[in-house]
């Protein structure tokens, strides 16, 4: 009896014995399930979803205890940005394609609407000599365009050149992959420009009928959602935890892109830190921020880096977080060898945890929203996870389907990193 009680005290003794911290798994599965539910409407720009998301951060900010930095919840700005409110609609051959599976409007898509006869086009009908009898035999038409495939940076960006070109004189059919890919356009075409599905298409189809109308918003209002949790340290220097919490929206009311990894993850990351670090503070200020218009090309990050909240010369280090929702294979670090020490350490506190497979390095790349301001010189790293599911900027990068395997590792990462910092 004497054994049994020594060796309860023994597991109970919090210096005796050291728990790990409860899993937030949970917790960021609420979040992801909240950000990625069709009642955001993508996070995008249609039927305001990017705005919801802005307020219920806001309230979570609140909620958690967040300061508010200047008194200022909002960073406000504002982009032109196209859209597309209304049902879009392609039938080829009789058959009716699905949006978002069987195919997608160009982000940067003008509207059409009507029967068009199909006119085949290639690389060489869009030469200098041909062009004239081109854009006459386009008359009336629809212009399903023959471009080889590539990976090649150079001819895609002439084809993508290309398509424009003959979407000022006539709609326009790209064949596309297996999957389609979705993004954000700040301006709008004359004409509807349609990519389809690897297969969806029969060779022998004459006739395509389409229903697209765009919308371009001249002056879409935006904002960066910004929350600050002080060291006890007097004069303690900054350190930025940041993600984007905005997404690609949908393309009609039929074809909604959720962004569950990219970025509800991210955000689901973002918010569960600060919940840690209002709770125990980090021996360095930490200002938190939630990021718009990053599927619009870095916009929220770009204006924040030129209006920044504090001063970027007491700005430690800038961690950002995007696509966390997996980990099988562990994550990547970009600016790991500008940021040597920091990955270093990243990779120390692995080797002692053993709570991702791998902490792999990479350079610098301006792939999220870390670029604008490791441009002005701040240290900055983007922590982004590795393997798992892979869908990205489609349709269904959902929720339900998102994993989140290492999602309670990365936090621990993150946090021991954090505190490690002063």
């Given at each position: 009896m004497k054994n049994l009680a020594t060796a309860v005290l023994l597991l109970c003794h919090p210096l005796l014995f050291a728990q790990r911290p409860a899993p937030v798994t949970e917790t960021a599965r609420r979040y992801v399930d909240t950000l990625a539910a069709p009642g955001m409407h993508g996070r995008g720009y249609v039927n305001g979803g990017?705005?919801?998301?802005?307020?219920?951060?806001?309230?979570?900010?609140?909620?958690?205890?967040?300061?508010?930095?200047?008194?200022?919840?909002?960073?406000?700005?504002?982009?032109?940005?196209?859209?597309?409110?209304?049902?879009?609609?392609?039938?080829?051959?009789?058959?009716?394609?699905?949006?978002?599976?069987?195919?997608?409007?160009?982000?940067?898509?003008?509207?059409?609407?009507?029967?068009?006869?199909?006119?085949?086009?290639?690389?060489?009908?869009?030469s200098a000599?041909?062009?004239?009898?081109?854009?006459?035999?386009?008359?009336?038409?629809?212009?399903?365009?023959?471009?080889?495939?590539?990976?090649?940076?150079?001819?895609t960006a002439l084809f993508t050149k290309l398509a424009e070109e003959v979407a000022q004189h006539a709609p326009v059919l790209r064949q596309g992959g297996a999957t389609l890919t979705w993004s954000v356009a700040l301006e709008a075409l004359p004409h509807a420009v349609i990519e389809l599905r690897e297969g969806v298409m029969a060779d022998s189809a004459t006739v395509a009928v389409i229903e697209?109308?765009?919308?371009?918003?001249?002056?879409?209002?935006?904002?960066?959602?910004?929350?600050?949790?002080?060291?006890?340290?007097?004069?303690a220097p900054w350190v930025l935890v940041t993600a984007h919490y905005d997404h690609l929206g949908q393309m009609g009311p039929d074809a909604l892109f959720p962004g569950a990894n990219d970025n509800a993850s991210g955000t689901a990351m973002l918010l569960c830190l600060a919940e840690r670090f209002k709770a125990h503070p980090a021996k360095v200020n930490l200002l938190f921020i939630s990021f718009a218009g990053e599927e619009a090309g870095l916009l929220g990050s770009s204006f924040c880096a030129a209006h920044p909240p504090v001063d970027l010369?007491?700005?430690?280090?800038?961690?950002?977080?995007?696509?966390?929702?997996?980990?099988d294979d562990g994550i990547t670090v970009v600016n790991a060898v500008e940021q040597k020490a920091v990955f270093d350490k990243l990779v120390?506190?692995?080797k002692r945890s053993k709570d991702l497979p791998q902490v792999k390095p990479r350079g610098p790349a301006c792939n999220s929203d870390h670029c604008p301001f490791a441009q002005l010189g701040v240290p900055a790293i983007f922590i982004y996870t590795m393997g798992g599911v892979s869908f990205y900027h489609d349709v269904q990068d959902r929720a339900e389907t998102l994993p989140l395997t290492k999602f309670d590792g990365l936090?621990?990462?993150?946090?021991t990193l954090l505190q490690s910092l002063k």
């Amino acid at each position: 009896m004497k054994n049994l009680a020594t060796a309860v005290l023994l597991l109970c003794h919090p210096l005796l014995f050291a728990q790990r911290p409860a899993p937030v798994t949970e917790t960021a599965r609420r979040y992801v399930d909240t950000l990625a539910a069709p009642g955001m409407h993508g996070r995008g720009y249609v039927n305001g979803g990017d705005s919801l998301a802005a307020d219920w951060l806001a309230a979570q900010y609140d909620r958690i205890g967040l300061e508010k930095p200047g008194e200022q919840r909002f960073q406000r700005f504002s982009f032109p940005v196209n859209t597309f409110p209304d049902s879009v609609k392609v039938r080829i051959g009789g058959s009716d394609l699905r949006p978002g599976l069987d195919f997608i409007t160009d982000p940067a898509s003008g509207s059409d609407e009507g029967r068009f006869r199909i006119v085949h086009l290639t690389p060489e009908d869009l030469s200098a000599e041909r062009k004239a009898s081109t854009w006459a035999a386009l008359e009336g038409g629809i212009a399903l365009l023959h471009f080889p495939a590539t990976k090649n940076r150079d001819s895609t960006a002439l084809f993508t050149k290309l398509a424009e070109e003959v979407a000022q004189h006539a709609p326009v059919l790209r064949q596309g992959g297996a999957t389609l890919t979705w993004s954000v356009a700040l301006e709008a075409l004359p004409h509807a420009v349609i990519e389809l599905r690897e297969g969806v298409m029969a060779d022998s189809a004459t006739v395509a009928v389409i229903e697209v109308k765009n919308v371009l918003l001249p002056k879409h209002d935006a904002r960066n959602v910004l929350g600050v949790v002080r060291s006890k340290k007097r004069k303690a220097p900054w350190v930025l935890v940041t993600a984007h919490y905005d997404h690609l929206g949908q393309m009609g009311p039929d074809a909604l892109f959720p962004g569950a990894n990219d970025n509800a993850s991210g955000t689901a990351m973002l918010l569960c830190l600060a919940e840690r670090f209002k709770a125990h503070p980090a021996k360095v200020n930490l200002l938190f921020i939630s990021f718009a218009g990053e599927e619009a090309g870095l916009l929220g990050s770009s204006f924040c880096a030129a209006h920044p909240p504090v001063d970027l010369k007491q700005v430690k280090l800038l961690v950002n977080l995007d696509l966390n929702g997996t980990g099988d294979d562990g994550i990547t670090v970009v600016n790991a060898v500008e940021q040597k020490a920091v990955f270093d350490k990243l990779v120390a506190i692995n080797k002692r945890s053993k709570d991702l497979p791998q902490v792999k390095p990479r350079g610098p790349a301006c792939n999220s929203d870390h670029c604008p301001f490791a441009q002005l010189g701040v240290p900055a790293i983007f922590i982004y996870t590795m393997g798992g599911v892979s869908f990205y900027h489609d349709v269904q990068d959902r929720a339900e389907t998102l994993p989140l395997t290492k999602f309670d590792g990365l936090y621990r990462t993150l946090t021991t990193l954090l505190q490690s910092l002063k």
